[in-house]
C-alpha cells in the first residue's frame, strides 16, 4: 500500500520550534528579577482586568517573559480569551516558580520539568495555585517540549496528548496525518481505526512528540524500536503500538514489526556447551519446516541435559560412539515427564509418569536425524551408523501404530449442533467486544466441523476457496437456477505436511458460510505463506494478519464445548482441533455407504493408504454388522431337525436297538445315532439308516402323537462347505473321494451303487 496524498490544503511544515540561540539563558536568577515578579503580583502576571502592561517591573523580567510569550504565539489553538487565559496562566506559573527555587527555567532539567508537571493532574495541582485551570497543564508541557526538549510525556498519567500534539504542529497538519494511519487500519477491520476510537491519535500524537516530528513519513522502524526498548509508552499504548506500525509500514515508510514467538527462546541451562553450539549450527542448516526444527532442538537440548548428567565425556557429537547411542536409548526407554527439563509448569500434573512410546520414539528420531545431518553434511566422521545405532527398539516401535482418538458420536452431534447455531453471544471477546466478526468465526468452525483438515491447513485457505459445480460445470455459488442440495461444492486446500495442494468435496453448508464471510471481507494485504513461499490472500485474515493456527484449540472448540454443554475433554484426552479430522474420517469410513481407504485417502490429502489409517477407525457396530453379514458361525455349522421318538425311549425299545432318533435330511430321515460324525452325510440314498420321507414308515413316524421335535447343530467339514458354496462340482469331488469309505452299515458308497463313467461323445461305458 502507498501513502495517500495529504489534503491539498494541508500545511507540509509545522510552526518552526522557538529559536532558543537569540534568548539570554543565564541560569541564575538576578535579585531585582525576583523582586520584580513578587511586585507584579497575581494580577499582573496573569494579565487580567486591572493588568498594568506599563509597570517597571516588566523591565527587569523581559528576557524571562519574552520566550514565553513567543511560544505562546507560536501555539495553534483558537485565540478565544479562555485560550488566552490559560496561556498567560501558565507563563505566570512559570515566573512564580521560578522566584521559589531561585533559578531561570533555563536551568531545569527534564527531571525537574517532570516533578513540576507531576507524574499525575492531582501531583501537579498540590504545587501550583488553587487558581490554575486544568488546561495550564499541557501549556506547560509545550514550554517543556520547547525549553528543555522534554520527551518523558509517557510518566505524566492521563491528558490530552492530542490536543498538546494539536497545539505545537498545527492542528490540520496532525489531523491528516493521524487519518491516513486510520484509514489503513479501518480497511483492515481494526477498531482501532474508527472514528470513536481515541487510542490511535493519542498513540501517534506520543509518537509524534517524541519524535519532534507530526509527519508519518519520520516514524522509522528504529524509532518503534527505540520506544519499546525504552518503554515510552503507556501499557495499554504499547498494544496500539503494533498495529499503528503496521500501519505506518503499509504506507511505505518504515519496516513492518518483527513477530518473535516465544517457542523461538530456548533455554541452554544445563546443557554442555560444546553441546550446544552444535545443537544451533545444526538448527541454522536444517531444512525442516520451522515447527519442526523447533521440535528437533528441544528434543536434542533435552539430550544435552542428559550428557551433562551422565555422559559428560560425550558432549562432543565426534567422540559418541555406537556404546553413547545404546546408553541413550536405555535412558530414553526409562525416562519420565519432566527429566531434563527447565520448566516444568505445563505438565505438573503428569510430573513423573513414563513417557509415551510415541514421545520415546520422537526422541530418539531427534537424535538420528542429527546425527544423520552432520554426516552427510560432512560436518564430523562418525564411527557408527546413526541409522541402525540409533533405530527405535521393537519394545517401543511395536507400541506406536494408528490410533484415532475419535470423538463419541453423542458429543460430536453436539459440537456439531453449536457449530450450526452460533451467534453474536457466544463469540469470544474483547475489552472492545467480539475479537472476529461472527461471519469469520462461523465459517473458521463449519470448515473444522466439515473439512476434515488440519489447524495449519484451516489457516492457510485462500480466497476463492470454494468453488461450485454442478453435473460437472461450474456454476456460482449464489445461482438461483440450482439449488444449493443440486451442485457440489469443493474446497481448495493449499500445500500441506504431506502432499501437494488438492480439491476435495465438502458440505455446502461450508460453502456458503465461507462465501458469506467472502462477502464481508475486508481487503487485506498479501501474507508470505511460510509453507510454500508465496504471497497470497489468507481467506481467515482480519486486521492485516491470517487466523492463528492456534485459534481453534484456544478459542473455537472452548466456546463449542460451552454452547454444547459438554465437558472440554474426554476418556481420551483433550477434545483438539486434530481429533475432529480423525472422528470424521472414521464416519466417513463407517456411514451407511462407505468410502473405501482409498477414496479417504484422497480426501484426507494423504500420500498413502498407511497414513490414512492413523486416522480411520472402524466402528464396533460397523465391525459387528461386517461379522454378522460374514455368517461366519452360519458358513460351518448347520441346523437340523431331530425328531425323538418317546415311546421308543419309554417302552426300552432304544436300549434294545430300535433307532429312536430321527435326523430330518429334507428329502427324508436319518436313524443313525451318530450322525454328526458320519462322513457320507451328502449321500444317503442307499444307506440302510436312511427313510425315505414318501416311504410309508415315515409316513407312520410322522403320524405319532408323542414325537418330540428338536434342532440340532451340525458342523460342516471342509468338502460339505465347498458343496454348499460351489455347487454341484464340489458335490461331484466330495462324493468322490467318499466312494471307498464304508458307510455306517457296513458297505462302501462304490458297492451300493457302482459307479459308471460316463464321457461326452461316447457310448457310456460300465
Known amino acids: 500500500m502507498t501513502a495517500a496524498p ?9 510552526h518552526s520550534p522557538i529559536d532558543l540561540c537569540r534568548y539570554d539563558r543565564s541560569p541564575a536568577l538576578a535579585g531585582a528579577e525576583r523582586r520584580a515578579i513578587r ?7 496573569r494579565r487580567q482586568r486591572y493588568h498594568d502592561p506599563s509597570a517597571p517591573q516588566w523591565a527587569d523580567i523581559v528576557r524571562l517573559t519574552r520566550p514565553l510569550l513567543d511560544i505562546n504565539a507560536s501555539f495553534d489553538v483558537p485565540r478565544t480569551e479562555y485560550g488566552r487565559r490559560a496561556m498567560n496562566d501558565a507563563a505566570a506559573v512559570v515566573l512564580l516558580r521560578c522566584a521559589d527555587v531561585g533559578r531561570a527555567y533555563w536551568d531545569w532539567d527534564g527531571k525537574e520539568w517532570l516533578r513540576f508537571l507531576g507524574h499525575h493532574h492531582r501531583a501537579f ?7 490554575t485551570a486544568g488546561s495550564v497543564r499541557p501549556t506547560l508541557c509545550g514550554y517543556a517540549y520547547h525549553l528543555e526538549r522534554f520527551t518523558g510525556f509517557h510518566r505524566l498519567g492521563h491528558f490530552d496528548r492530542l490536543s498538546l500534539a494539536c497545539r505545537l504542529f498545527g492542528q490540520r497538519l496532525v489531523e491528516a496525518e493521524i487519518g491516513q494511519v486510520r484509514t489503513v487500519l479501518t480497511g483492515w477491520g481494526y477498531k482501532y481505526g474508527q472514528d470513536h476510537d481515541k487510542n490511535v491519535p493519542s498513540v501517534l500524537s506520543q509518537l509524534f512528540l517524541l519524535n519532534r516530528s507530526p509527519h508519518s513519513s519520520d516514524l522509522t522502524a528504529a524509532f518503534f524500536d527505540r520506544v519499546r526498548r525504552e518503554d515510552l509508552l503507556t501499557d495499554e499504548s504499547m498494544k496500539v503500538l503494533y498495529a499503528v506500525q503496521r500501519a505506518v509500514a503499509a504506507l511505505g515508510f518504515c519496516d513492518p514489526p518483527l513477530v518473535t514467538s516465544g517457542a523461538d527462546v530456548v533455554s541452554h541451562d544445563g546443557v554442555p556447551p560444546v553441546w550446544a553450539q552444535w545443537v544451533e549450527r545444526w538448527y541454522a542448516t536444517a531444512t525442516m519446516t520451522h515447527r519442526a526444527r523447533l521440535h528437533n532442538r528441544a528434543a536434542l537440548l533435552k539430550t544435552g541435559r542428559w550428557i551433562a548428567a551422565h555422559q559428560q565425556e560425550a558432549a562432543d557429537p565426534a567422540v559418541w560412539t555406537r556404546q553413547t547411542c545404546a546408553a541413550w536409548i536405555a535412558a530414553v526407554d526409562r525416562m519420565k515427564i519432566g527429566d531434563y527439563v527447565v520448566r516444568a509448569s505445563s505438565f505438573q500434573e503428569r510430573l513423573g509418569q513414563p513417557l509415551q512410546a510415541a514421545s520415546k520414539a520422537g526422541l530418539i528420531r531427534a537424535v538420528r536425524v542429527f546425527f544423520r545431518d552432520i554426516q552427510d553434511w560432512q560436518w564430523l566422521r562418525l564411527g557408527f551408523d546413526p541409522l541402525r545405532a540409533l533405530s527405535v527398539p521393537r519394545t517401543i516401535s511395536a ?34 467486544g467480539p475479537i472476529y466478526p461472527l461471519e469469520l468465526v462461523r465459517a473458521v468452525t463449519l470448515t473444522w466441523l466439515f473439512a476434515g483438515q488440519r489447524s495449519n491447513e484451516i489457516a492457510r485457505l485462500r480466497l476463492g476457496c470454494i468453488r461450485w459445480q454442478h453435473d460437472g460445470n461450474p456454476v456460482a455459488g449464489d445461482s438461483e437456477h440450482i439449488l444449493a442440495r443440486d451442485a457440489a461444492c469443493l474446497l481448495d486446500v493449499p500445500a500441506h505436511k504431506t502432499g501437494t495442494a488438492f480439491t476435495k468435496p465438502v458440505d455446502p453448508l461450508l460453502g456458503q458460510a465461507i462465501n458469506a464471510w467472502e462477502e464481508l471481507r475486508p481487503r487485506q494485504p498479501k501474507r508470505t505463506d511460510k509453507r510454500t513461499g508465496e504471497l497470497v490472500d489468507f481467506l481467515f485474515a482480519y486486521r492485516a494478519r491470517a487466523v492463528s ?21 474426554d476418556v481420551r484426552g483433550n477434545i483438539t482441533s486434530h481429533r475432529a479430522r480423525s472422528t470424521i474420517a472414521s464416519q466417513l469410513y463407517n456411514a451407511k455407504e462407505p468410502m473405501t481407504l482409498f477414496e479417504l485417502q484422497a480426501w484426507l490429502g494423504h500420500r498413502s493408504p498407511e497414513s490414512t489409517q492413523h486416522y480411520a477407525k472402524i466402528s464396533p457396530n460397523t465391525l459387528t454388522k461386517a461379522y454378522e453379514d460374514a455368517g461366519y458361525f452360519a458358513r460351518n455349522v448347520r441346523t437340523i431337525e431331530v425328531l425323538v421318538d418317546r415311546d421308543a425311549v419309554a417302552s426300552g425299545a432304544a436300549a434294545a436297538g430300535e433307532p429312536w432318533q430321527h435326523y430330518d435330511l429334507g428329502h427324508g430321515y436319518c436313524t443313525y445315532t451318530f450322525f454328526e460324525q458320519c462322513p457320507h452325510r451328502m449321500a444317503c440314498a442307499r444307506c440302510d439308516f436312511y427313510t425315505p420321507k414318501d416311504s410309508s414308515k415315515a409316513q407312520l413316524l410322522e403320524a405319532k402323537d408323542n414325537l418330540q421335535r428338536m434342532r440340532a447343530t451340525i458342523p460342516l467339514t471342509d468338502g460339505e462347505q465347498a458343496a454348499v458354496d460351489d455347487g454341484q462340482t464340489a458335490l461331484d469331488r466330495l462324493l468322490g473321494r467318499l466312494a471307498d469309505v464304508p458307510t455306517p452299515s457296513g458297505p462302501t ?5 457302482p459307479i459308471i463313467e460316463v464321457r461326452r461323445g461316447d457310448t457310456p461305458q460300465s
Open 749 to 753: 458308497p462304490r458297492q451300493l451303487l
Open 549 to 569: 493456527s492456534g485459534y481453534i484449540n484456544a478459542s473455537i472448540i472452548p466456546m463449542l464445548c460451552r454452547k454444547a454443554g459438554v465437558p472440554a475433554a
Open 6 to 14: 495529504l489534503p491539498e490544503d494541508t500545511p507540509r511544515r509545522w
Open 399 to 432: 507400541l506406536v501404530g494408528p490410533n484415532p482418538r475419535v470423538i463419541a458420536d453423542d458429543i460430536w452431534a453436539k459440537l456439531l449442533w453449536a457449530g450450526l447455531n452460533l451467534e453474536s453471544a457466544d463469540l469470544p471477546r474483547g475489552k472492545a
Open 39 to 45: 511586585e507584579l503580583g497575581l494580577r499582573n502576571l
Open 125 to 131: 495541582q498540590e504545587q501550583v495555585p488553587d487558581w
